[in-house]
């Protein structure tokens, strides 16, 4: 230690004046009570004042996905508001849906994938995309130039939720896909590929939900109600879809505020 530093430093042990060994030496483990003390203040006194942190900013770039709104959703056009009867309906499917899955899950694990089948990485925002909805719907491509004879191309049109692919995909995986999604979903129209996603994605959500899930859905379910209230056609089948998601997010994953007032 350098001369009279001991003396600058405060003393964070009351270590007072000990017999040490005159060939003691703090880098060898101490041997007794006074020697462990002794050297715990060393280390203390070499310590510096200040400390910088190292941040590596790559990890900065990711967007936060909290969302702090707190209003609720729209209203459904009038006359396709869903029941209670309905609602209630819905949950009880729901709830069997998850049930069997939980169930089955390691069943449908051990099931090989087809050939073409290649799930992206967890961390992979576009390629699950393309995965889940397709080239045609991702790229906005109008018409497809396939050989009807050379099957269904699941690159062009994306891969169903099948129930091989999903129980693959632990909980980190489901809430990344269902942020990449919504995500999409927040400056796009509603499909049918999506709807199919978004609620096999639900099925696989786990209670109790995490904050960043319990923000996700909320998101959901108040761009749904955005995207019917827009909806200028009336298409009957697709308010029912946005109903369903609305449904699911506020009475099953117990978000009330959200629910729709039954008609």
Known sequence: MEPGLEELMPRLLPVGDCDLAEDFDPTVPPRTPQEYLKRVQIEAARCPDVVVAQIDPRKLKKKPTVNISISGCQPAPEGYSPTLKWQQQQVANFSAVRQSLNKHRNHWRSQHLDSNVTMPKSEDEEGWRKFCLGERIYSEIDALSDNENSGIDYMKVGFPPLLSIVSRMNQATVTSV?????????????????????????????????????????????????????????????????NLIICLVSRYFDQRDLADEPS
């Not at 269902?178 to 609620?199: A, C, D, N, Q, V």
């Not at 209670?207 to 109600?225: D, F, G, M, N, V």
């Open 178 to 242: 269902l942020e990449y999604l919504i995500s999409w979903f927040g400056e796009k129209k509603f499909t049918p590929e999506l709807g199919r996603w978004l609620y096999a994605l639900l099925a696989c959500l786990e209670k109790p939900l995490l904050p960043e899930a319990h923000s996700l859905i909320r998101q959901l379910a108040r761009r749904c109600s955005e995207v019917r209230a827009l909806e200028e056609s009336k298409n009957e089948e697709q308010i029912s879809a946005l």
